[in-house]
């Protein structure tokens, strides 16, 4: 049973527009969620995250909402750019600094 | 600032070959992890450390193994290699303590294919 699911496997949106990328997870317990950002060839670097006792945190264009009650986490990037194509994993913390991840989305920007 | 370096970036085993991975780590962290994707799919943790001498299993520990005998180094073993270990493996690490929000920092990561 997968405890975090990126249900969308690919999400391509304009330049300067919204980019809103969702995640759904199972487990109650976990007390922190993350976005990480990965390119080809590059390991995944951390993009921002939300404690658990949130429902909001925001860093430049970047933006996540936590939904406690339907289990449910988004992440909105404005205005979209170019540089912004990758693929995006959802990670759910459970002490000990342990994730566990979901499948990832591509995201691709047009310009 | 290095932060986490893996060694190698790619190799070829055959079948029932055994290496190690390494991962060291500049940033004084006490948490390290190994974890490895397979396409398409997200990161499975391997095992995990909490600080030198203490090892622990994660989700996907079978075929591997690993030791922590300084807070810089965390290799992975593989023995008797087999198709199915055929992957991408990131080393990580994490500031331990109240801080400690998960945020993991990567290595560039090793891609191994068993044939």
């Known amino acids: 049973d997968q405890q975090v699911k990126q249900n969308s496997p690919s999400l391509s949106v304009q330049e300067g527009r919204i980019s809103i990328l969702n995640c759904d997870y199972t487990n109650s317990m976990f007390d922190y969620f993350l976005w990480y950002k990965k390119y080809p060839a590059e390991g995944p670097t951390f993009l921002i995250s939300i404690s658990s006792i949130k429902d909001k945190n925001e860093d430049g264009r970047f933006t996540v909402f936590l939904n406690k009650s339907a289990k449910h986490l988004s992440l909105h990037i404005v205005p979209s750019q170019p540089g912004d194509s990758a693929v995006y994993f959802c990670?759910?913390?459970?002490?000990?600094?342990?994730?566990?991840f979901g499948d990832g989305t591509t995201l691709t920007v047009k310009p | 600032n290095a932060g986490v370096t893996q060694t190698p970036k790619f190799r070829i085993l055959k079948i029932g070959q055994s290496m190690t991975l390494q991962c060291t780590q500049d940033?004084?962290?006490?948490?390290m992890y190994w974890y490895r994707q397979d396409p398409g799919m997200g990161l499975k943790l391997i095992y995990y450390?909490?600080?030198?001498?203490?090892?622990d299993k994660g989700e996907v520990p079978n075929g591997y193994n690993v030791s922590r005998s300084t807070t810089e180094d965390f290799p992975l073993r593989l023995e008797l290699a087999a198709p199915s270990q055929t992957s991408v493996y990131f080393c990580?690490?994490?500031?331990?303590?109240?801080?400690?929000?998960?945020?993991?920092?990567f290595g560039e990561g090793s891609r191994l294919t068993v044939l």
């Open positions: 450390s909490v600080g030198a001498g203490i090892t």
């Open positions: 990580a690490s994490s500031l331990a303590g109240d801080t400690n929000t998960g945020e993991l920092f």
């Open positions: 990670a759910a913390s459970l002490g000990e600094g342990k994730s566990t």
């Open positions: 940033m004084n962290h006490n948490y």
